[in-house]
């Protein structure tokens, strides 16, 4: 390229991730495929969080099957990828600045013949998009990384509750400060836990062999007696 050194490639590559039978290469119900970028931030990697997540899906589909999903912070999206191949119609969100974030989950979504819509939706942030969701089912893995953003993503999650009766929040999240934090956030936004589980309980063994760390899964909702 004249007038200046050329734009270094991206330093991308494409992981499997197989879900049902033996989870694996040769025995398998469903495999996605999901577009990593090992140079870029952590929104563009998969993070056990996110397998647990996916898992939990796959595991829960009868469930989704037809129910409309929102995932927050989607980053490669693998937990909204899998409930939209079990029938959910699914709105995968991201940071609204994020493009590259954005326009990889749209890659994603097209590696995968996958029918999603694709959002920016920063937590916290009242723009329109926000106000047209009505999911059944809110999706968030490792979203409870950054104490700054705490605040901003339980004001969403709780908008997005109140906005559909009856919706509930699943996240999967590293229990490094213990469920203490977690149990506090819920209190001052008004939601309560219906299921708390150990991300590890459920996962294939030939998935928990891989990955590492104290994860917890949680199904939160709002507290109705703090919502009258």
């Not at 119609?89 to 326009?103: F, P, R």
Request: with cysteine; glycine share 8%.
């Amino acid at each position: 390229m004249e007038g200046g050194a050329p734009t270094p490639a991206r330093m991308t590559t494409v992981s499997r991730h197989y879900f049902g039978g033996g989870a694996s290469e040769r025995d398998h119900d469903l495999r996605v495929d999901i577009i990593e970028n090992i140079e870029e931030d952590y929104g563009m990697f998969v993070w056990p969080c996110s397998v647990i997540l996916a898992e939990y899906v796959w595991q829960q589909r009868s469930r989704f099957s037809g129910l409309k999903v929102v995932e927050l912070g989607a980053g490669i999206s693998l937990p909204g990828l899998v409930a939209a191949k079990v029938g959910a119609d699914v709105t995968l969100t991201d940071i609204a600045h994020s493009t590259e974030v954005l326009n990889n989950i749209r890659r994603i979504c097209a590696l995968n013949n996958a029918s999603c819509a694709v959002s920016g939706l920063t937590w916290g942030d009242w723009d329109e998009p926000i106000f047209d969701l009505h999911p059944d089912i809110i999706l968030g893995a490792d979203v409870l990384y950054d104490s700054a953003n705490f605040d901003n993503l339980f004001a969403t999650v709780t908008f997005l509750l109140e906005n559909s009766p009856g919706s509930v929040f699943i996240t999967t999240y590293h229990n490094r400060s213990g469920h203490h934090l977690i149990e506090f956030l819920m209190v001052k936004w008004g939601l309560k836990c219906l299921k708390l589980l150990d991300g590890f309980s459920f996962l294939p063994s030939c998935k928990a062999a891989s990955l590492q760390g104290n994860i917890q899964l949680v199904e939160i909702v709002l507290d109705k007696e703090k919502h009258k």
